[in-house]
């Protein structure tokens, strides 16, 4: 296993962090001693605190690999919530979650940030579907302004099973759309074995999220995310799987549970490290 290569690729996504503004984000970054971020782009659209976020982080030092957009009135509360409100499917927030799209792109530009990710909403199984038909337009409408700007979009995992978004993407054939795979939503969704899941979907993978998480004892509720190395997740296998396949992107570590951030993103990529120098 190539470990030295994949570790050196070991990101933060900035959101898990919860900073007020670029100084704060700079701090954890201090912390945890990683010094490559994926950057949510929404505040930089949105907050004035973080107008001057791009010249900030570059003083201090950190790379910008990707961004990440988010999409109006997503509700996580339950499984069928967020199936409801995910991403671009619900048509009552298509046109603000459109609007938005064209104030992230120029602010992508700005950053010199080449890949942007987001969550499209929940994939209908059927390309026969009506609403297969709609999501794809309004996908393929997306990535055409992404690559007018010349910027990669990928689409986050977890949905909807690996097959299901392998037959999307060949559908789509957008030569700029590509996969941030995420093990743990796989777990979290109950969408299938991430190890299985990343290797069908490997020719799409732009970037992973490091992130563990355990499955559900309910069927119909979210199973939930652990600290990275006490969850599910076959990190061995998956590390594996991603220098097999010839994966060249990011590893971004992300956490959207507990109340120590830093302390367990710190903990991820010891873990991580220690994974891939010895393979267990």
């Known amino acids: 296993m190539s470990g030295t290569s994949l570790a050196d690729r070991l990101a933060v996504c900035s959101w898990s962090l919860q900073p007020a503004n670029p100084t704060e984000l700079i ?18 659209v949105n907050d004035p605190a973080w107008a001057e ?31 409801v409100t995910g991403g671009i499917v619900p048509d009552e927030t298509w046109d603000d979650n459109w609007a938005h799209i064209q104030k992230v792109i120029p602010t992508a530009v700005a950053l010199g940030v ?41 689409l986050e995992t977890g949905q909807e099973d690996a097959e299901t978004l392998k037959g999307f993407l060949e559908r789509l054939e957008a030569p700029n759309v590509g996969v941030n795979f995420d093990p743990a939503n796989m777990i979290l969704y109950g969408k299938g074995e991430p190890v299985a899941a ?46 097999q396949g010839g994966f060249e992107g990011h590893m971004a570590i992300e956490r959207e549970a507990g109340d120590q951030r830093v302390a367990d993103i710190a903990a991820a990529a010891r873990f991580i490290k220690v994974t891939l120098e010895t393979g267990e």
């Open 198 to 243: 990343v290797q069908t979907l490997m020719p799409y993978v732009r970037q992973v999220h490091i992130k563990d998480a355990v499955p559900t004892e309910t069927p119909g509720q979210w199973g939930a995310e652990l600290v990275v190395g006490t969850g599910a997740v076959n990190w061995p296998a998956f590390l594996g799987a991603l220098d």
């Open 114 to 154: 080449k890949f942007v990710t987001f969550h499209a909403g929940f994939l209908p199984e059927d390309p026969s579907d009506a609403s297969y038909e709609k999501l794809s337009g309004r996908v393929s409408r997306i990535a055409e302004a992404f690559a007018a700007a010349g910027v990669d979009l990928g």
């Open 53 to 83: 976020a791009g010249a900030q982080l570059a003083e201090a030092g950190v790379e910008i690999v990707s961004g990440m957009f988010g999409t109006k009135g997503e509700d996580y509360s339950t499984l069928e919530a967020i199936k």
């Open 27 to 44: 701090g954890q970054l201090d912390e945890i001693g990683i010094t490559k971020i994926q950057l949510a782009l929404c505040p930089l």
